[in-house]
T-cell receptor, first 112, second 113 residues
Framework: KQEVTQIPAALSVPEGENLVLNCSFT??????LQWFRQDPGKGLTSLLL?????REQTSGRLNASLDKSSGRSTLYIAASQPGDSATYLC???????????FGKGTHLIIQP | GAGVSQSPSNKVTEKGKDVELRCDPI?????LYWYRQSLGQGLEFLIY????????KSGLPSDRFSAERTGGSVSTLTIQRTQQEDSAVYLC???????????FGPGTRLTVL
């Protein structure tokens, strides 16, 4: 069964820094991997989807990479802003009738 | 609407009562998913629909849980004889096809007293 781990569990950095959030998964037979952000009391907002045939995706200041062989994905946030403060979740799916398997998330605080 | 909608946004019920949660997916999305988010448990997958059919219901926590989807659109998640451990946020998501990018609704917060 797929297990997803996110490190660190929490992170606090000053505004303007570049940062990397890490995600690891146990089953390399992953169909795709998706990064989300969740604001307190809200639903999930999709940030990036990486298909298994891709190695990275970019959207604005965000860049996500996928390395199936090592079972890792990273989310790079450039020039962080206070509005980036949220919980970031990664989730993978193997296909079939399985749903997304989520990590516990990284709680990110960007200090003004 | 443009996004996934869920109703009600909040539901408070007494132990033993039945509840019905509703999900309206994005128009044109054939795949629909239900998840549950509870404190200390994180997000867990419950069930997936392709069209109106659910290939695998083994993710549902117990036989008190059931889900259906009609017309390839709206889905309802029903919990019978609710228990306090059912208290959680129930999230619905949809995607254009199987396992494409999933878009989530705002969730229904269920509190069982």
């Amino acid at each position: 069964k797929q297990e997803v781990t996110q490190i660190p569990a929490a992170l606090s950095v000053p505004e303007g820094e570049n940062l990397v959030l890490n995600c690891s998964f146990t089953d390399s037979a992953i169909y795709n991997l998706q990064w989300f952000r969740q604001d307190p009391g809200k639903g999930l907002t999709s940030l990036l989807l990486i298909q298994s045939s891709q190695r990275e995706q970019t959207s604005g200041r965000l860049n996500a990479s996928l390395d199936k062989s090592s079972g890792r994905s990273t989310l790079y946030i450039a020039a962080s802003q206070p509005g980036d403060s949220a919980t970031y979740l990664c989730a993978g799916v193997a296909g079939g009738a399985d749903g997304l398997t989520f990590g516990k998330g990284t709680h990110l605080i960007i200090q003004p | 609407g443009a996004g996934v909608s869920q109703s009600p946004s909040n539901k408070v019920t007494e132990k033993g009562k039945d509840v019905e949660l509703r999900c309206d997916p994005i128009s044109g999305h054939t795949a629909l998913y239900w998840y549950r988010q509870s404190l200390g448990q994180g997000l867990e997958f419950l069930i997936y629909f392709q069209g109106n059919s659910a290939p695998d219901k083994s993710g549902l926590p117990s036989d008190r849980f059931s889900a259906e989807r009609t017309g390839g659109s709206v889905s309802t998640l029903t919990i019978q004889r609710t228990q306090q451990e059912d208290s959680a946020v129930y999230l619905c998501a949809s995607s254009f096809r199987d396992w494409n990018e999933q878009f989530f609704g705002p969730g229904t917060r269920l509190t069982v007293l």
